[in-house]
């Protein structure tokens, strides 16, 4: 935290990645799981359709890969800007 | 070998290892009684949270919910899991780094106010204690059924078992006991959804059975099942919510629910790095979702298995080409014992309503259904009552599986409740000893003071979990509702904030609190009555007389929005944080330079 310009371009950089991944976040469940289900309603998977299986299984596959994701670019982000532990 | 003795081997054998555990990893320091000394390898920790967070209500009760609420009740799978991801991104790095033990504490140092903190605590006890109810029943309950002992007497051995391990080894021993009790209830959980789904439709994984084919009949397993329950008048298991709004809010209010609740969020003060927070979450939620994506094939399977069992045509063909079971060969059929076991409980009950000798098993709900039994002669439903507990606890039993798998998955059982209860024993004791007795009544106690008084209150935690658990509140079901709405509505937003804005301070912090508890308590209370007692509730708690529709389930995420907005307005008209503050906002952003954590 030397230098506050490069603290502040690290915090907006850790922003833009934290939307980035909560838009993910919210189209895989309450998009594709619930609102955009009826419209998805052609396809199908399995004996159901997409929506049905994002809203039981997908959206959970999903959230996993966010996370370790979303953890790799904060690594990453953390030494670029030299605030690693 | 009999049932019983396999039963008393396994849940004996589970209990060894945790009480050796807990000699192993004793808590020498207070540091290691609230967050096991910070040196808890990542991955370790992710499992430890998800046996933490796996209760009673996830093993047993989950798969029996959606095998009869269908498609809807996917808001417990995505709520419960993408809470995660909330946790991940934007509270646990930075409550890492803050480095101390408590969440109170946090608030309390952010909003630089020990009313704030006095809040925190209040919401935090009303909140685990609900939870803990819960737990101590459900380890009551498995034991009775398990161990034919009764109810009682089965919460004294869950309560000691407990004790020993959460009053002696703190957040070291339970994370360490947690451990194991995550591989227990994880094997427990799968090995019999493996069997049932090579059963139905020859796929290995529960997650491809689910939408794999149904080997009997040959057609997809969700075209068969829904098209077994609606045969009976049942809605489809994959048809669509009558309420989308309300899906919609309960998912979201389980999400930041979850997000919000203390005993998960003290997991990751655990951890050496703030890194290791990240990826922390991340694991927790791996061995998570190894017990969420095979809940809904778990729910499925069950619920076919059930009907087939019913109408045995039903296998192959229609339901209604067949004739229904019949009494006599429930009575005399071997492989049928698993209801008259649970018939027993009374948790199963079947009566024979029109004479015939058959057990006819429809919806007689619906109108078109009625129709139908009117002209066979039926009058009525004939499986009067079947409770959603029973459809994993009796899943082994309906798939004619080994009895070592029973007994595994009452180990499961105990192990998911166990480890639950330990979790949010030491959420409660950390804020009596910490936030309350060092926080603002004796600053000064010493170190081996304060490691006392986690320990004195830890066991008074005890005695009053176990207390509740002997004489359940009648309300005890319904005040999960209110913790995950005050969850939701009160301590993620303020947690949120505090991290995310410099501007909100003191008053906008404790406004948006009494705002969001408020709100959302008296939208629950009207429903279910003021303060759960029965009578008091000013409107009937039903559908049709819900605000848009929105169940009292669902209103934390409405709770939230105010809490965010009254937060925000309150802040903007007073005065800004000191300026320590906001050097303290700025230093919990950068991970570099996270220590261990002090209680000072």
């Known amino acids: ?85 | 070998m009999d049932q019983f003795t396999l039963n008393l081997i396994f849940v004996g054998a589970t209990f060894a290892l945790y009480i050796g555990i807990a000699i192993w990893a004793r808590a020498g320091t207070t540091a290691e009684f609230y967050a096991a000394g910070q040196g808890v390898n990542p991955v370790l920790n992710g499992m430890a949270t998800g046996a933490d967070w796996m209760s009673a209500a996830s093993f047993i009760s989950m798969a029996g919910i959606i095998a009869f609420g269908g498609y809807e009740t996917s808001a417990y799978l995505m709520g419960w899991t993408g809470g995660y991801v909330l946790l991940a991104l934007l509270l646990a790095p930075y409550l890492r780094k803050f480095g101390k033990f408590t969440v109170p504490e946090f608030i309390g140092d952010r909003f630089y106010s020990g009313g704030a903190r006095l809040l925190a605590v209040v919401c935090l006890i009303v909140i685990s204690v609900t939870y803990v109810i819960g737990q101590m029943r459900g380890v009551g309950v498995t034991f009775g059924r398990f161990l034919e002992i009764s109810t009682d007497q089965g919460l004294y051995i869950g309560a000691a078992i407990v004790f020993a391990y959460a009053v002696f080894g703190g957040m070291k021993g339970i994370t360490y006991t947690q451990v194991a009790q995550y591989v227990v209830l994880i094997i427990a959980y799968t090995i019999p959804a493996i069997f049932i789904s090579l059963q139905l439709t020859g796929a290995f994984l529960p997650q491809l059975g689910l939408i794999g084919t149904h080997t009997a009949s040959g057609v997809e397993f969700l075209t068969k099942l829904d098209q077994v329950v609606t045969e009976l008048g049942f809605k489809a298991y994959t048809g669509e919510t009558a309420n989308m709004l309300n899906m919609f809010l309960f998912t979201m209010s389980l999400m930041i629910g979850t997000a919000g609740l203390p005993h998960v969020i003290i997991r990751f003060f655990t951890v050496p790095k703030v890194s290791d927070a990240r990826s922390s979450a991340g694991w927790a939620l791996v061995f998570i979702a190894l017990l969420y994506t095979v809940a809904p094939a778990v729910g499925s399977m069950a619920r076919l298995n059930l009907t087939t069992t019913m109408w045995p045509g039903a296998e192959q063909g229609n339901a209604l080409d067949g004739d229904a079971i019949t009494r006599a060969e429930i009575d005399s059929n071997p492989d049928l014992s698993w209801i008259r076991t649970w018939e027993k409980t009374g948790l199963l009950v079947m009566e024979d309503k029109n004479g015939d000798g058959m057990i006819q098993y429809y919806n007689d709900k619906s109108e078109a259904m009625n129709v139908i039994a009117a002209e066979r002669g039926w009058t009525g439903n004939e499986v009067t009552k079947i409770d959603n507990d029973i459809m994993v606890l009796a899943n082994p039993e309906i798939a004619a599986l080994p009895g070592w798998v029973i007994a595994l998955v009452a180990a499961g059982a105990l192990a998911a409740a166990l480890s639950t209860a330990a979790g949010l024993l030491l959420a409660i004791s950390s804020a009596i000893s910490h936030d309350l007795i060092k926080g603002s009544i004796n600053p000064n106690i010493s170190e081996k003071g304060e490691l006392l008084a986690a320990r004195v209150s830890m066991g008074f935690a005890i005695v009053v979990a176990t207390y509740l658990g002997l004489n359940p509140p009648g309300f005890a079901a319904q005040v999960v509702a209110l913790a995950f709405g005050l969850a939701a509505a009160t301590i993620f937003p303020v947690l949120m904030m505090g991290i995310f804005s410099k501007r909100i301070n003191k008053e906008g912090a404790i406004a948006g609190m009494l705002v969001g508890l408020i709100f959302t308590a008296v939208y629950i209370f009207t429903y279910k009555g003021w303060f759960f007692i029965p009578g008091t509730n000013m409107l009937e708690d039903v559908a049709a007389n819900y605000v848009f529709g929105i169940s009292p389930l669902s209103i934390g995420a409405v709770g939230a929005v105010l809490n965010f907005a009254s937060a925000y307005i309150v802040s903007n008209m007073t005065k800004e944080p000191p300026q320590h503050v906001q050097e303290l906002v700025e230093s919990i952003r950068i991970p570099r330079g996270a220590g261990v954590a002090t209680g000072h």
């Open chain 1, 1 to 85: 935290m030397s230098d506050k310009s490069s603290s502040n371009a690290y915090w907006a950089a850790n922003l833009r990645i934290i939307g980035i991944s909560l838009v993910v976040w919210f189209v895989c469940s309450f998009g594709l799981g619930i609102i955009l289900r009826p419209a998805l309603e052609g396809i199908s998977v399995g004996g159901a359709d997409l929506g049905f299986w994002f809203a039981q299984n997908g959206s959970i596959y999903v959230f996993l890969v966010l996370i370790f994701v979303y953890a790799w670019r904060m690594n990453k982000l953390d030494r670029e800007h030299g605030v690693e532990e």
